[in-house]
């Protein structure tokens, strides 16, 4: 910027998605396996058919000044994914020296393993979250990396009104890849959070009884990371997650999505976390040559491998179709004709499971154009 010692950076990409689902769903323009009915089910709005949209499509801006302490820095970023293709927010944080102030990806994420999707939605059984927070990030050491946050505490609840507790607090130690320590990277995060909700003393949802609250203490800790691999081709890596925890259900992505995840009123009015496992393991494979006649296709093609789950174990009180498991797995074929315009395909499958032990599963198809700048 003329004048100062700053610099703006502008960015963002433009994307067509057409996601076709062979099987009713309630969400049509990204693979969200919570949303799929269990078979003889029946759920409004629910359908099979094609789905076209712009929306995914994001922009960012980022303005860096240099101080005598440091750089500051500063980053927006939205999509059209609100109401009616309204922009919506997706980041929006300053940044100093060791400290952050905003909204983005939460610490208990790790965003650096998240695998390469044509699906907007992702990986069912991430941990992948973002919201305000304040956080830490001091020096420690050449190979590894420190991160503590204070972060927005909120509860979903399968019965009840969720309400805000006191905090949620994450830390998480980095494994760099660099050094000594191999061309590697993985992460550690833990959580502790502050569950509390809104219940009906009766019991039976009676409006004229006065609302109690009743709260709990939830806690994850999840690993993630990934390696290079050569034994099918040269630049292959693996990645993958694995989560274990008591009301961490809204940092998972599709519990997030589909709400209810953290916690549930048990008969006597008591909120009781609810116990998850989830994780996924990803493939990511670079094509050294493609067919004959490809050969007019020249750029960089590459797949992903992705199996994904999430496993809730439901308490014996809760009602026959909740959210017991799901299973998501995919293969893509993307293409980059340059570095900045990828073009690719997907084949989706997933199943929902309920408590009860019926279940439902749906297969999708996406293809996606999407112009990065």
Same mark, same amino acid.
């Given at each position: 910027?003329p004048g100062?010692?700053?610099?703006?950076?502008?960015?963002?990409?433009?994307?067509?998605?057409?996601?076709?689902?062979?099987d009713?769903v309630?969400?049509t323009?990204?693979?969200?396996?919570?949303?799929? =009915?269990?078979?003889?089910?029946?759920?409004?709005?629910?359908?099979?058919?094609?789905?076209?949209?712009?929306?995914?499509?994001r922009?960012? +801006?980022? /303005?860096?000044?240099?101080?005598r302490?440091?750089?500051l820095?500063?980053?927006i970023?939205g999509d059209?994914?609100?109401?009616?293709?309204? +922009?919506?927010?997706?980041?929006?944080?300053?940044?100093?020296s060791?400290?952050?102030a905003g909204?983005?990806?939460?610490? +208990?994420?790790?965003?650096?393993?998240l695998p390469?999707?044509?699906?907007f939605?992702g /990986?069912?059984g991430v941990?992948?979250?973002?919201?305000?927070?304040?956080?830490i990030?001091?020096?420690?050491?050449?190979?590894?990396?420190?991160?503590?946050?204070?972060?927005? =505490?909120d509860?979903? $609840?399968?019965?009840?009104?969720?309400?805000?507790g006191?905090?949620?607090?994450v830390?998480?130690?980095?494994?760099?890849?660099?050094?000594?320590?191999?061309?590697?990277?993985?992460?550690?995060?833990?959580?502790?959070?502050d569950?509390?909700?809104q219940?009906?003393?009766?019991?039976?949802?009676?409006?004229?009884?006065?609302?109690?609250?009743s709260?709990?203490t939830g806690?994850?800790?999840?690993?993630?990371?990934?390696?290079?691999?050569?034994?099918?081709?040269?630049?292959?890596?693996?990645?993958?997650?694995?989560t274990?925890?008591?009301?961490?259900g809204?940092y998972l992505n599709?519990?997030?999505?589909?709400?209810?995840?953290?916690a549930?009123?048990?008969?006597?009015?008591?909120?009781?976390?609810? =116990? $998850?496992?989830?994780g996924f393991?990803?493939?990511r494979?670079h094509?050294?040559?493609m067919?004959?006649?490809m050969?007019?296709?020249?750029?960089?093609?590459r797949?992903?491998?992705?199996f994904s789950? $999430?496993?809730?174990d439901?308490?014996?009180?809760?009602?026959?179709?909740?959210?017991?498991?799901?299973?998501?797995?995919?293969?893509?074929?993307?293409?980059? =004709?340059?570095?900045?315009?990828?073009?690719?395909?997907?084949?989706?499958?997933?199943?929902?499971?309920?408590?009860?032990?019926?279940s439902?599963s749906?297969?999708?198809?996406?293809?996606?154009?999407?112009?990065n700048?």
């Amino acid at each position: 910027l003329p004048g100062s010692t700053a610099a703006m950076k502008i960015g963002g990409f433009v994307n067509l998605s057409l996601v076709n689902s062979f099987d009713p769903v309630l969400i049509t323009d990204r693979f969200i396996v919570g949303s799929i =009915p269990a078979d003889g089910e029946t759920v409004t709005g629910a359908r099979a058919g094609m789905d076209v949209t712009a929306s995914q499509t994001r922009l960012n +801006f980022e /303005v860096r000044d240099q101080t005598r302490h440091g750089t500051l820095r500063a980053f927006i970023e939205g999509d059209f994914e609100g109401e009616s293709e309204s +922009f919506r927010l997706r980041h929006a944080f300053g940044q100093y020296s060791y400290l952050l102030a905003g909204k983005t990806w939460s610490t +208990f994420a790790n965003v650096n393993a998240l695998p390469e999707e044509v699906d907007f939605e992702g /990986v069912n059984g991430v941990v992948l979250r973002r919201q305000p927070q304040l956080r830490i990030f001091p020096d420690f050491g050449k190979d590894f990396s420190f991160v503590f946050s204070i972060e927005e =505490p909120d509860t979903d $609840i399968i019965d009840g009104g969720g309400t805000k507790g006191n905090w949620d607090l994450v830390a998480a130690v980095d494994r760099l890849p660099f050094g000594e320590l191999g061309d590697w990277n993985y992460r550690v995060s833990g959580i502790l959070r502050d569950l509390k909700g809104q219940y009906v003393l009766d019991g039976l949802g009676d409006p004229d009884e006065v609302p109690g609250e009743s709260s709990t203490t939830g806690w994850g800790i999840t690993t993630s990371g990934q390696k290079s691999f050569d034994g099918w081709g040269e630049g292959d890596f693996v990645q993958w997650q694995l989560t274990y925890g008591e009301g961490i259900g809204r940092y998972l992505n599709d519990l997030s999505t589909v709400g209810g995840g953290d916690a549930v009123f048990d008969p006597n009015g008591k909120l009781r976390a609810l =116990p $998850i496992l989830a994780g996924f393991v990803s493939y990511r494979h670079h094509w050294a040559s493609m067919p004959w006649f490809m050969d007019d296709w020249p750029g960089i093609w590459r797949s992903n491998f992705i199996f994904s789950w $999430i496993d809730v174990d439901n308490y014996d009180f809760q009602d026959d179709n909740d959210y017991n498991q799901t299973w998501r797995t995919s293969v893509n074929l993307l293409y980059f =004709p340059t570095q900045n315009l990828r073009l690719g395909g997907e084949l989706l499958w997933g199943q929902r499971k309920n408590k009860d032990g019926s279940s439902g599963s749906a297969t999708q198809l996406q293809l996606s154009a999407r112009y990065n700048f």
